[in-house]
């Protein structure tokens, strides 16, 4: 608080933004001297892991920069787009932890429309996915806002089956009519390149390696923006952030709580659609049985170090895509597992959470 | 052993976590308290109930040593949830990745990375592999039914989940109460957990909860925060669980497609690679029933209206 002390006491334009990058920078020592610690309790020497870590997420050494960054921007995206969707839904007072179902449908909505690949013109094609699998995504969400307004169901349980029933629908179907042509495995066929993002980056900046790098990623990032409109400069997310602050004021006012509810779960869902078919089309290039290792959880995290705020949920997305990125070299050259830094992340959230929630049992004289 | 025991055998070592999950679950949700952090308590305590197992060799102290790492969990989550009203579902869900990524790493250090394996005995099996844990699970059905709805302390319980504030009017500590729901949650699935490395199987396997704590929460719900609801609702879950194993024995994929044959949906079904019945929507089948419960349900039989808010004592 002493930090917070010296600022300016009145509000001035730059407050908030001093105040938030001072948070930022203590919350960042305070991860580094977590981390560090974890490793010296496991053996790991804190040195080379931190550079480990730091060559995986940002380059040095053998792996360079473009490769390195493009790895922690590939890995940000679905975390990013996943981590709106929670922003959108928690903004509006609606835990939805139904990310990875919504996900999952986006996705196998854009596998079974890429069975008509010898039909339909590529391009066409790719944006019918993108269109198609937003509004399946849109629809699942739709559905446990609606069983919310409607039956009184938490959305967090429903959510909850709808992921399940999200994922056992990929799972039949990649053992079914989906699967690939061997009938062997438990996928789809690889998707034609035609169909995939193209990679942008040149291989001449990664010296000669193919970074995984899509215009995919450009969508995703477009859509902090455009979620930062919504939110802040529409009378529609100007309802949605009242429905989620104070429902019975909402009410008095005049805004249909239910149908803002339902909203915001359709968009929230759509996001994650998103999510799925850039995916698809991105990175994984085919569905799987395990298409998704649990990003629709993981955004709740990004979403909640983020502030619960776009520009908050970027920064935050792109943090722990560096995380990930760096953990991945961290495994593969120090024998370092990627669980151990998983540890230190889920650590660190608990504290924010923690420290959050005491600040606000607590409210000091500078709270805003 | 014939088909329809090998599947009534099934059913119950499937039921049996999944009951013990979600009776602490519905006691704890009673009290208003929604713990998503369940997948993170099993996942926790089936490793130290086979690593205290693996240690001193007595599956029985595995088993304590699990329901003891249980209520840690249940009192650290209340912490957060009691005493710094911390929002549950996002504490729960990252009590979940941590626990997650504990066990891993833990097992990855102790075990993994110098090439032993994590066998362990296992608790005495009773008939087949049905062990100990499994006919006690209906006993405490019945406590938990005797708890909530014949004691003062179960009526105090679900008023703190229904009306805190009339609660706490009348004297109740509504913290104190909760407190002691999410003890009792910890404790059931810590017994669960232990189930899972020590009776059902002899060994861990890093993340073999697979999505079992998220299970309990849908039978909480299916079941209508009810003990006897509870069991039933484990019961189809756990059915339909050990069915995908037996659905091939069983003969359900002869019926399958001797009914595609009467259709004459063979060639159509064959282009679809379809040949046999996809199993997964056997598993999906309980979430969907879950699904239609609580799309037919009345409000009569909602969950409890405190569910999930902290109470703040002025």
Same mark, same amino acid.
């Given at each position: 608080?002493?930090?917070a002390k010296?600022?300016p006491a ?5 407050y ?5 990058? #001072?948070?930022?920078?203590l919350?960042i020592?305070g991860?580094l001297?977590l981390?560090?610690?974890?490793f010296a309790?496991?053996?790991?020497a804190p040195? !080379? ?7 995986g ?5 053998? @792996?360079?920069?473009?490769y390195?960054?493009?790895e922690?921007?590939v890995?940000a995206?679905?975390?990013l787009? +996943? ?6 839904a928690?903004?509006?007072?609606m835990?939805?932890i139904? #990310? ?9 909505t854009a596998?079974?429309?890429?069975q008509?690949q010898h039909?339909v ?7 019918l996915m993108l ?12 559905? *446990?806002?609606?069983?919310?307004? !409607? ?9 909850i089956?709808?992921n399940y029933?999200a994922?056992y ?5 990649v053992?079914g ?6 009938h062997?495995?438990?996928?789809s066929?690889l998707?034609?390149? !035609?169909?995939?993002?193209?990679h ?5 900046w990664?010296g000669? @390696?193919?970074?995984?790098?899509h215009?995919?990623?450009l ?5 902090v ?9 529409t ?14 004021? &909402? ?6 709580v ?8 359709a ?8 999510? #799925?078919?850039i995916?698809?089309l991105?990175t994984?290039?085919?569905?799987? *049985? ?5 990003w629709?959880?993981?955004? @709740?995290?990004?979403?909640l170090?983020?502030?619960?705020? =776009? @520009?908050?949920?970027?920064l ?5 895509g ?7 070299n961290a495994?593969?050259?120090l024998?370092? $597992? ?15 959470i923690g420290?959050? &929630?005491?600040r606000?049992?607590y $409210?000091?004289?500078?709270k805003? | 052993m ?5 599947v009534l055998?099934? +059913?119950?070592?499937?039921?049996? =976590?999944l ?7 519905t ?8 713990n ?7 996942? +926790?305590?089936?490793?130290t109930?086979s690593?205290?197992?693996y ?11 699990g ?6 969990f249940?009192?650290?989550?209340g912490?957060? *949830? ?15 990745l ?11 250090f102790?075990?993994?990375l110098?090439?032993?394996?994590l ?7 009773l008939?087949?592999?049905v ?8 006993? &405490? ?8 709805y014949?004691?003062?302390s179960g009526?105090?319980?679900r ?10 009017a009348a004297g109740?500590?509504?913290?104190? +109460?909760r *407190?002691?729901?999410?003890i ?6 810590g017994?669960?957990?232990?189930f ?6 002899n060994?861990?396997?890093p ?6 704590g998220?299970?309990a929460?849908?039978?909480v719900?299916?079941g ?10 484990s019961?189809?879950? #756990? ?5 995908q194993?037996?659905a091939?024995t069983l003969?359900?994929d002869?019926l399958y497609?001797?009914m595609a ?11 679809l ?18 699904m239609?419960i609580?799309?037919g ?8 209206a405190a ?7 002025e």
């Amino acid at each position: 608080m002493s930090l917070a002390k010296r600022l300016p006491a009145k509000p001035t334009p730059l407050y908030p933004l001093m105040r938030f990058l #001072g948070i930022a920078f203590l919350y960042i020592i305070g991860f580094l001297i977590l981390l560090v610690a974890t490793f010296a309790v496991f053996g790991v020497a804190p040195n !080379k892991a931190l550079f480990a870590l730091q060559q995986g997420a940002l380059g040095g050494g053998p @792996i360079s920069p473009a490769y390195a960054i493009s790895e922690t921007l590939v890995r940000a995206t679905p975390l990013l787009l +996943t981590g709106l969707s929670i922003v959108v839904a928690w903004q509006t007072g609606m835990f939805s932890i139904g #990310g990875d179902g919504q996900l999952l449908m986006g996705a196998l909505t854009a596998t079974v429309l890429a069975q008509l690949q010898h039909v339909v013109n590529p391009n066409l094609l790719i944006f019918l996915m993108l269109v198609c699998g937003t509004l399946v995504g849109a629809l699942w969400g739709a559905i *446990a806002g609606w069983l919310r307004v !409607k039956r009184n169901v938490q959305e967090v349980i429903s959510t909850i089956m709808l992921n399940y029933i999200a994922l056992y629908l990929v799972g039949a179907a990649v053992v079914g009519p989906l699967q690939e042509s061997s009938h062997s495995n438990p996928e789809s066929n690889l998707l034609p390149d !035609k169909l995939l993002f193209a990679h942008i980056l040149p291989p001449s900046w990664s010296g000669g @390696i193919t970074t995984r790098l899509h215009s995919g990623v450009l969508l995703a990032f477009l859509a902090v923006p455009i979620v930062w409109l919504y939110l802040y400069r529409t009378l529609q997310g100007f309802q949605l952030r009242i429905v989620g602050q104070n429902p019975e004021a &909402a009410r008095a006012a005049g805004i249909s709580v239910n149908q803002t509810r339902v909203r915001a779960m359709a968009i929230s869902g759509a996001l994650c659609g998103l999510a #799925g078919v850039i995916q698809l089309l991105g990175t994984s290039e085919r569905l799987s *049985a395990n298409f998704s290792p649990g990003w629709g959880y993981t955004a @709740i995290p990004v979403a909640l170090v983020g502030g619960l705020h =776009p @520009i908050g949920t970027l920064l935050s997305a792109l943090f722990f895509g560096a995380l990930e990125a760096g953990s991945v070299n961290a495994e593969q050259t120090l024998q370092v $597992p990627a669980s151990l830094i998983a540890i230190v992340q889920a650590a660190a959230v608990l504290a924010i959470i923690g420290v959050n &929630a005491w600040r606000q049992r607590y $409210p000091t004289e500078l709270k805003d | 052993m014939s088909i329809v025991a090998g599947v009534l055998l099934g +059913t119950l070592a499937e039921t049996t =976590p999944l009951l013990y999950t979600a009776l602490g679950e519905t006691v704890a949700q009673r009290s208003g308290v929604i713990n998503v952090g369940l997948e993170g308590i099993l996942l +926790t305590s089936a490793f130290t109930a086979s690593l205290a197992t693996y240690h001193i060799g007595n599956p029985y102290i595995g088993v304590g040593i699990g329901l003891l790492t249980g209520i840690v969990f249940a009192l650290l989550f209340g912490f957060f *949830a009691l005493v710094l009203h911390a929002d549950q579902v996002v504490t729960g869900v990252v009590f979940n990745l941590f626990a997650l990524g504990i066990t891993g790493t833990l097992y990855r250090f102790l075990f993994a990375l110098h090439d032993k394996s994590l066998i362990t005995a296992q608790l005495p099996l009773l008939h087949h592999t049905v062990t100990i844990l499994t006919p006690l699970s209906l006993p &405490a059905v019945v406590f938990v039914w005797w708890w909530l709805y014949s004691t003062r302390s179960g009526l105090e319980l679900r008023a703190c989940g229904e009306q805190p504030l009339a609660a706490d009017a009348a004297g109740i500590s509504v913290r104190k +109460t909760r *407190a002691v729901a999410l003890i009792f949650d910890g404790a059931m699935a810590g017994i669960a957990g232990a189930f899972l490395s020590v009776a059902d199987s002899n060994t861990f396997v890093p993340n073999m909860s697979a999505g079992k704590g998220f299970i309990a929460l849908a039978i909480v719900t299916a079941g209508r925060w009810n003990p006897i609801g509870c069991l039933v609702a484990s019961l189809l879950f #756990g059915f339909t669980n050990s069915l995908q194993f037996q659905a091939q024995t069983l003969g359900f994929d002869t019926l399958y497609r001797h009914m595609a044959a009467t259709l004459h949906l063979t060639v159509f079904l064959h282009r679809l690679n379809l040949d046999h019945f996809p199993y997964q929507l056997f598993l999906a089948l309980p979430y969907v029933v879950t699904m239609l419960i609580l799309f037919g349900s009345s409000r009569s039989t909602r969950a409890p209206a405190a569910l999930g808010r902290p109470y703040r004592k002025e």
